[in-house]
């Protein structure tokens, strides 16, 4: 088994707060400057441009988990990563299916386009990716479930748009894989203020919107080699698969 | 005042936790963040919101408010009922919004 360097929480060109030079291409290429051996693509309630990351990811070494960072109807973000394409689909179904209908002013919040490998504009999506799906997050985390995915709720010690802040605290019963903490916190002082998040794996990312902020924070994985079954066994702790460590300041 | 009255005055539906249906009531609270309703509501007050997730009753519970009053038509899920039964903790509901829904208990309690 060997160590791999992962950061799961980054945004592409097609998140409206992403940065155009986000691009498939400069991802990869930053992520290979930062020696990162696995990243996850988390843009805001839509997959669309994960996928060509994960090819361009193949050719560079670069193992990809594709997925989105999903906002619920409690404003909680929350990451849902999926192993097949198949997977990935029916996830992007229900998305479509679950966002409700508010236009994007591109002038206001950004641009939500996704792009080919050259960089090309292949789509751009017309409703507001940032807004909340009208399902919470225990549908959710029963959909991402059901599709065998891993769910890990996002930046959980935040004061917005987290877990802590929406919701106060996770639920026993919610089926979650492990939890993020951003790349700033102080996890000494995080775990004291909420003392549940003991009870859950926890991993870094860096959450970057902008190329220079890829490997930001990251988290090492021990792996036979880098997959999704085993990162999902790393979360798990299963087969001697864990994280070893978080790149967290404090 | 007590649960039972507001139920009466303001014409709210009551979808579980009856037993706390006389609960006493001291204030009221309103607010959609839970982590600032932890920190700020106070025991005996009733909590106006729009979240209709389980939580809302573990928080209920923590701080021993007097009911819950849900705005907008919304009703609570499924888990959120079951604990409010086991807790004696009433969720009520209102087609108020939050703004009137807040206006209205405001003078009664204080009128």
């Keep these: 088994m060997k160590a791999f360097r992962a950061d799961l929480h980054i945004h592409t060109v097609l998140s409206p707060c992403g940065s155009l030079e986000m691009s498939p291409e400069q991802i990869i290429q930053s992520a290979k400057e930062k020696d990162l051996d696995i990243i996850g693509i988390a843009d805001h309630n839509s997959t669309r441009q994960s996928r060509l990351i994960k090819e361009i990811g193949k050719q560079n070494d670069v193992f990809v988990l594709c997925g989105a960072e999903v906002n619920t109807k409690e404003e909680v973000h929350c990451l849902a990563f999926f192993e097949t394409d198949e997977q990935l689909d029916e996830f992007q179904d229900y998305l479509d299916q679950h966002l409700p209908y508010i236009q994007n002013k591109p002038e206001l919040f950004g641009d939500q386009v996704w792009v080919d490998a050259e960089g090309n504009i292949l789509g751009e999506e017309d409703r507001l990716l940032i807004v909340g799906l009208d399902q919470s997050i225990d549908e959710v985390a029963d959909k991402v479930e059901a599709l065998n995915g891993i769910f890990i709720p996002a930046h959980v010690d935040r004061p917005r748009y987290s877990v802590s802040s929406q919701l106060g605290f996770i639920s026993p019963d919610l089926k979650v894989s492990a939890l993020e903490v951003s790349r700033i ?29 890829i490997g930001a924070g990251y988290s090492t994985f021990l792996l036979e080699a880098p997959g999704f079954n085993e990162i999902k066994k790393a979360l798990h702790n299963e087969d001697g698969r864990k994280i070893i460590s978080i790149s967290l300041k404090f | 005042m007590k649960v039972c009255d507001l139920v009466e005055k303001l014409n709210l539906k009551v979808f579980c936790g009856e037993q706390g ?28 919101t729009l979240q209709t997730h389980r939580n809302i009753m573990a928080i209920a519970s923590l701080k021993e408010v007097a009911a819950i009053i849900l705005v907008k038509g919304y009703k609570p899920e499924k888990a959120a009922i079951e604990q409010s039964n086991e807790e004696g903790i009433p ?5 108020m919004e939050t703004f009137e829904a807040s206006g209205t208990l405001f003078q009664l309690l204080n009128g």
């Design chain 1, 185 to 213: 916190a102080n996890l000494k002082e995080v775990l004291e203020r909420y003392s549940w998040i003991k009870n859950y794996p926890v991993l870094t990312n860096s959450d970057a919107h902008v190329p220079e902020d």
């Design chain 2, 91 to 95: 969720i009520l509901g209102t087609d």
């Design chain 2, 21 to 48: 249906i006389n609960n006493e009531v001291v204030g009221a609270y309103t607010s959609d963040l839970l982590s600032d309703v932890m920190g700020n509501v106070d025991e005996g007050q009733v909590w106006i």
